[in-house]
T-cell receptor
Framework: DARVTQTPRDKVTEMGQEVTMRCQPI?????VFWYRQTMMQGLELLAY????????DSGMPKDRFSAEMPDATLATLKIQPSEPRDSAVYFC?????????????FGQGTRLTVV | QKEVEQNSGPLSVPEGAIASLNCTYS??????FFWYRQYSGKSPELIMS????GDKEDGRFTAQLNKASQYVSLLIRDSQPSDSATYLC???????????FGKGTKLSVKP
């Protein structure tokens, strides 16, 4: 059963702490997206990778957020230092690009609460 | 700013009726469009993709695309209470671009 796996599922942390979220994309997919979802803003694209190379991270606050793909089976999103306004659900999605477009499949998400 | 706009709803329809969900986009370079369904507390689930003008049918779902009007819609025939969810529209610049989502329309199907 191919699916995107995210860890942890839930994370509660204190303001100022570092948070690392991990994503295992579906085997064979060459595109990985990171999204943040809140009630007010909906799904916001933070960053995405194609063949492990970052293509766009303009949606990410550069001073505290960083995203990497150390290998084809792992994508990470790090927040340092975390702030209460970072509380949200963070989704990773992966897809296989073709000439038509990229159908993206989502992981279960990481619910982050910063207190 | 590339945007995808949706009416937030809620859209309420009786069971068995046709639900019509609409979406407009501002980026004329967008070439591919997707509809996702998201149940409360769950992750978005892809239900339809459409790349060409016209209609695309899959079971009870029909996606419609009009690139001239920059308009995408999703019709759900014979709506069921299990269709109650938030429906997200997304667009991308073909195979090169990022995937931008609207804020979603909440659909409620009443028994």
């Amino acid at each position: 059963d191919a699916r995107v796996t995210q860890t942890p599922r839930d994370k509660v942390t204190e303001m100022g702490q570092e948070v690392t979220m991990r994503c295992q994309p579906i085997l064979g997919h060459n595109t990985v997206f990171w999204y943040r979802q809140t009630m007010m803003q909906g799904l916001e694209l933070l960053a995405y990778f194609r063949n492990r190379a970052p293509l766009d991270d303009s949606g990410m606050p550069k001073d505290r957020f960083s995203a990497e793909m150390p290998d084809a089976t792992l994508a990470t999103l790090k927040i340092q230092p975390s702030e209460p306004r970072d509380s949200a659900v963070y989704f990773c999605a992966s897809g296989l690009v073709d000439t038509g477009g990229t159908e993206a499949f989502f992981g279960q998400g990481t619910r982050l609460t910063v207190v | 700013q590339k945007e995808v706009e949706q009416n937030s709803g809620p859209l309420s329809v009786p069971e068995g009726a046709i639900a019509s969900l609409n979406c407009t986009y501002s980026d004329r370079g967008s070439q591919s469009f997707f509809w996702y369904r998201q149940y409360s507390g769950k992750s978005p689930e892809l239900i339809m993709s459409i790349y060409s003008n016209g209609d695309k049918e899959d079971g009870r779902f029909t996606a419609q695309l009009n690139k001239a009007s920059q308009y995408v819609s999703l019709l759900i025939r014979d709506s069921q209470p299990s269709d109650s969810a938030t429906y997200l529209c997304a667009g991308a610049r073909g195979s090169q671009g990022n995937l931008i989502f609207g804020k979603g329309t909440k659909l409620s199907v009443k028994p």
